[in-house]
Every structure is written in structure tokens, then in C-alpha cells.
């Protein structure tokens, strides 16, 4: 994105500094750290605001507090602004995820997801599947009035949220 958008500003965080490192070193490795930064922060305290995109890319539901970081992305957003969340395929009924994809992601997410997110403040463990529904309660508590899934893959949800 920054390649094809050198005009516009990139900033991603992470809460894990060697991730940060790592993006740093990526983002000179394809010459766009004039329009890219990154910072070490959680999902609820990034800085900055008047954000027209903000970005979650497979992680709303490992958070302990998701619908925290859901106001969180809603105050830093612009008005007009769009929230891009990318995350794991689950259906809302446990029959839509009896497939080899959603077996695997029951298991990754008990043994992985759900510890994480109850490692972490709040501890909302958002099941052993976020399912969308889930997400979009999640999402509408942080003070989003429309939330429609943008596209999908067999492995990812894709949802856009608008103020």
C-alpha cells in the first residue's frame, strides 16, 4: 500500500517491539520509510486521530479487551472514516464450521486465541471462534453503527465498520 500510495502516510503498531523492528526493517528493504512508520502500542492507546483507514489484520479476537480497542479505533477514525478488519472465516453456527479449515481454526484458537485473550486485561475470549455476529457485537459496542462484511476468502472475513 504505501508503494502504491507514496503520496499518502502509513503508520502501523504493535504492542511487540521486535515486530516493530521488523516492519522497520521490511519497510527499507522496499524503500518506503518516507511514508511509512511504526510504533510500539496496544490496540486501546495507539496515538494520533483523523485516521481515514485504520486496519486490524487477524487479531481483534486474540485481544482481551476487543471492544475497547473497537472505541479505541472509533475516536481516531475521522468522521467519514473506515475501519478494515481481516479475520479468521467462522460461521455463527457450529454446523458452518465442521469443514477442514474450520476444524483447524477450532483448534489453533483453543490452544492459541483464547489464552491470549485471557491473559490480557478484561479477558473477553471471544469463544474458541469469533464468529461474525460475535464481531459485530464487539464492534457496535465500540460505538460503530454499520458493520458489513466487504469481501471473503475460505480461510478470512473480511468486515469494513463506519462510524
Known amino acids: 500500500m504505501a508503494k502504491a500510495f507514496a503520496t499518502s502516510q502509513f503508520v502501523g503498531y504493535d504492542f511487540h517491539p521486535i515486530s516493530i ?3 522497520q526493517a521490511h519497510a527499507r528493504e522496499h524503500g518506503v520509510s518516507a511514508n511509512t512508520r511504526f510504533e510500539t502500542a496496544i490496540a486501546k492507546e495507539y496515538p494520533g486521530s483523523d485516521f481515514d ?4 489484520f487477524d487479531c481483534l479476537h486474540d485481544m482481551g479487551d476487543p471492544a475497547g480497542a473497537a472505541a ?3 475516536r481516531s477514525l475521522k468522521p467519514d472514516g473506515s475501519w478494515m478488519i481481516v479475520e479468521p472465516m467462522a460461521g455463527d453456527r457450529l454446523e ?3 469443514n477442514p479449515v474450520g476444524r483447524l ?3 489453533a484458537s483453543t490452544m492459541v486465541c483464547v489464552p491470549t485473550s485471557l491473559a490480557q486485561e478484561v479477558g473477553a475470549a471471544l469463544d474458541a471462534q469469533a464468529d461474525e455476529a460475535k464481531l459485530r457485537e464487539v464492534i457496535t459496542a465500540g460505538g460503530f453503527r454499520s458493520v458489513k462484511r466487504a469481501a471473503e ?3 478470512n472475513m473480511i468486515l ?3 462510524p
Open 153 to 155: 476468502t475460505p480461510f
Open 96 to 98: 458452518d464450521n465442521l
Open 53 to 56: 483507514l485504520v486496519t486490524f
Open 160 to 162: 469494513e465498520a463506519r
Open 105 to 107: 481454526y477450532y483448534g
Open 21 to 23: 523492528e521488523h516492519a
Open 72 to 74: 479505541h479505533v472509533r
